[in-house]
């Protein structure tokens, strides 16, 4: 055995386990909006108890846990912790990465162990809906900004004639809409374009309406409780879906209602994690993370839904263009990609 190998191992252990115990401290930053406080300027902890309302004791372990991990910095002179300019990007502004909704997720699946580790004895599946709310509240918030970033400006300019039928008014499937935000922007990037959103959680569906009346497109945004291979409607121009094709006990089922509900010349809007199909290539931070959710969310969810798929998060592109073969589509390449996503324009 080599002592030195040891070492270097347990260095990586010691380090990945303070990041999971830190998991918690970031989401109760996130809750008790302490990132977006801290945002407003430097703080001893008894000045940033007052700014907050909260306990000395606590803010002072929490902002000193913050400090050691990098998320917060620390003026050893003042006795004060801050944000700085990025920081506050990354961890305050709701428009940023929002990196404590990604914590948010996965407190939320971990939720899940006892269930997901009988699972791995028994094949059993765990739906999406058995996930505690933070799961679906999470993934909203943590996918949104990307959507908001690249979907108007880069994803769908990408499409051959499709945000000129988008701007000059059609109608659009967002079918695994989720909470409805990609619906929603998509209602508000094209004043003349209406959209339907479906998912089959019907809790989800709920925030969705909600969502699109605070955002005033609710004359122009629909949302129906329906799974991928029973959502309404013919003759869309556009069906997109963003980040669950994967999920799905059955995509290959899914790709054939996509099919015939699309025109002629429409086009389907695939977004999927950026994976490699070589397996070793995505054994990196990214491939690591993704693996981690899709063993606690996508397989689960896949294997508890007829069909027999179980893609999970990394299936790579050779098995996406497969799958859109079998399906009956003709046409298949990928649009755009960013260092999290695959985007594919997949056509009849």
Known sequence: MDQNK????LGRAVSDLGATDAAGSVVIGHRLGLYRA????????????????????YLTEWLRGQAAGGYVGYDAATGRFSLSEEQAYCLADPAGPNIPAAYLIALGMLRA??????AFRTGAGFGWHEHVEDVFVGCDAFY???????????WLPALDGIEEKLKAGTVVADVGCGLGSSSILLAQSYPRTSVVGSDYHAESIELARRHAA??????????EVAGAHTFTGTGYDLVTMFDCLHDMGD?????????????PEGAWLLVEPYAADAVEDNFTPVGRLYYSGSTFLCVPNALSQPGGYALGAQAGEARIRELSREAGFTRFRR??????????EIRP
């Open 6 to 9: 040891v070492t270097e191992f």
């Open 251 to 263: 995509p290959l089922g899914a790709a054939r209602r996509v099919r015939e509900a699309l025109a």
């Open 113 to 118: 162990e006892p269930r997901i580790t009988e």
């Open 38 to 57: 801290l945002a407003k300027g430097p703080a001893t902890p008894e000045e940033f108890a007052e700014r907050t309302g909260c306990h000395p004791r």
């Open 144 to 154: 949104r900004p990307a959507y908001v970033a690249a979907l108007v400006s880069s």
């Open 214 to 223: 605070e955002a005033g497109v609710a004359d122009r945004v629909d949302f």
């Open 335 to 344: 649009a755009a990609e960013t260092p999290f996503n695959l985007v594919y």
